[in-house]
DNA sequence: ATAATGTGAATGTCAAAGAAAGTCAAAACT
DNA sequence: AGTTTTGACTTTCTTTGACATTCACATTAT
């Protein structure tokens, strides 16, 4: 039922925490702990372990080839979410919308509430109206300017 | 006969009622459940389980993919948003908005972090591609359902 | 001894197949 | 007239597998 990615995420995750923010893994050897084929870890590896999610994954090929994944060094919440900006394209799909903002939440950039409140002002939902063709390109728009809203001084916003 | 809507309305509302206001559906298992084809789900989704009725709905596609349905809470401390959010119509001019929000602030119904996040994302500035006849549409919108997350438990969302 | 070559052991790439949910408009109700 | 129901088609995300590339090490040729 759950899905192979969220498995292979936990694990990594799990073994990231274990060891200190830094894991050397070898494919083959994970995806035979996992039950799939190898070609799954490097999957996730590019949808979950990106640098705009903070991650630095190298890996060598060959004999004794390797992969190493590591978490970027914390930024600050302010500096991760300036980081965040400049990852956005002119494009955000909800999907990594709801990423960028699991991680901002895991890093505390921001809190559960401030998440949520932003993940459903650019939800499909939200956006119901427009075409499906605008709507990637008006949720970026709306993400960056909810998040851009964060880095404002509140004492010095537009609402006063 | 009961309508068909209704028993799908019926049953969705049995299932937050044991899970606590938010729970995760197939829609395919569901449509089963219930002999109906699936596009039947999105569609009682889409009229009942509305942003206006205090509703967050999110999804995904694909392989294991899920529809999260979450209701608000009936938290007294809320009632002032989502009195708020009858109010609000088909479309919301960034005026009006930016009153919405010094009102909720005023009654400790949201802090001006928050406020400044929401009053953001639906700024002209966030919508700037759009028509300016669409703007106050899809600003409506995106409004009603930031301040539906905010009603939302946030230990219950689907974000994590 | 050194350079070239072979070999097996890894990881990388990419496209096709599969598994869900979304869309939209026509038909059927009320 | 306005909602509901249905179903064909679309889009998005995941899973798989065949094939390509790279590397360390062993072997061979000069």
């Known amino acids: 039922m759950a899905r192979l990615v969220d498995v292979i995420e936990m694990v990594i995750n799990q073994m990231l925490d274990e060891n200190d923010g830094s894991v050397i ?42 992969i190493t994944v590591m978490r ?28 960028l903002l699991q991680n901002a939440i895991s890093r505390k950039a921001m809190n559960a ?12 939902r939200a956006l119901g109206k427009l075409d499906p063709d605008a709507r990637n390109i008006v949720r ?12 404002v001084d509140v004492n010095n916003n537009n609402l006063r």
Chains 1, 2 share one sequence.
């Open 25 to 66: 893994i070898s494919r083959n050897t994970l995806a035979e702990k996992v039950n799939c084929v190898p070609s799954q870890i490097t999957y996730v590896l590019s949808t979950r372990f990106t640098p705009g999610n903070g991650y630095i994954v190298e890996s060598r090929r060959g004999g004794g080839g390797q």
């Open 72 to 99: 970027a060094k914390p930024l600050s919440s302010t500096e991760y979410l300036k980081a965040m900006l400049d990852t956005i394209g002119r494009e955000l799909s909800q999907q990594q919308a709801r990423l």
């Open 113 to 124: 509430r401030e998440a949520t409140i932003i993940m459903a002002a650019c939800s499909d």
């Open 140 to 151: 970026a728009d709306v993400f960056k300017n909810a998040i851009a809203g964060m880095l």
